[in-house]
């Protein structure tokens, strides 16, 4: 095994490179405890989520740098980072990670403004006289 293993995730605007080592289980982002930077509780889970299914916890040393976006595009760049992380070790994990779709990049972003529209769907108000 690789002394480190460096991967990428993305989610939205969200950028997270994370790199992981042996260790005993701690996760730093942008220098905080995940804890600390992830003040919501679930956007915490979320992130740590591939650790838990996993059950690899305490195994590993994880340190990410993520920018861009908001805090839940963040947690979901941190989680499929980690992810990839764990399937790089361990090709077991896959088999685990893959019905909860922790491998896969969510496709969704926030959809452009179109010109003569308020928004990207949303029309100016409509007068009829």
Known sequence: MKEVIDTVG???????????????GRVIINKLPAEEYFKDEVK?????????????TEDFDIKVNVH???ISGQSG????????????TDDSVRAVF?????L???PRMVE????????AR???QFSKR
């Open 10 to 24: 993305r989610r939205k605007t969200s950028v997270a490179r994370v790199f992981m080592t042996p260790g005993k």
């Open 44 to 56: 915490c889970r979320v992130a740590l989520r591939p650790l838990v299914l996993a059950e690899k």
């Open 68 to 70: 861009g976006g908001g």
């Open 77 to 88: 760049a941190v989680s499929l980072a980690i992810a990839r992380a764990l399937a790089e």
């Open 98 to 102: 893959k019905p909860e779709r922790l």
């Open 104 to 106: 896969t990049r969510d």
């Open 112 to 119: 452009r403004k179109k010109f003569g529209r308020k928004k």
């Open 122 to 124: 949303k029309s100016f």
